[in-house]
């Protein structure tokens, strides 16, 4: 497994932007399928964003799609979520998940490997 950690989390206004990394330990980050989910309060953790594990496929929930950008830095070991046109309805934890099968994935239940969350907080 490899070991999670993100930051860039805030507050920020309604159509605001933001970038969320995601720094992972461990030499096999390389092989990881990557994403991102969130949890408001009161909701099931849903999914956001997915990237394989080469960076060349990328998945989106509708919610987000157009709006949010999934990137992966393999030589840093980090994976980014770029934010923009935010939404007070994107308010909510957001998690970084890793798969150690390289292809993605948008259930939650097939990443082994979660960071600590970080919350985002969109104002109106």
């Known amino acids: 497994q490899v070991q999670l950690v993100e930051s860039g989390g805030g507050l920020v206004q309604a159509g605001g932007s933001l970038r969320l990394s995601c720094a992972a330990s461990g030499r096999t980050f390389s092989s990881y399928a990557m994403g991102w989910f969130r949890q408001a309060p009161g909701k099931e953790r849903e999914f956001v964003t997915a990237?394989?594990?080469?960076?060349?496929?990328?998945y989106y929930a509708d919610s987000v799609k157009g709006r949010f950008t999934i990137s992966r830095d393999n030589a840093k070991n980090t994976v980014y979520l770029q934010m923009n046109s935010l939404k007070p309805e994107d308010t909510a934890v957001y998690y970084c998940?890793?798969?150690?099968?390289?292809?993605?994935?948008?259930?939650?239940?097939?990443?082994?490997?979660w960071g600590q969350g970080t919350q985002i907080t969109v104002s109106s």
């Open positions: 990237i394989s594990w080469s960076g060349g496929n990328t």
């Open positions: 998940a890793g798969r150690r099968i390289p292809a993605i994935s948008a259930i939650d239940t097939d990443f082994d490997s």
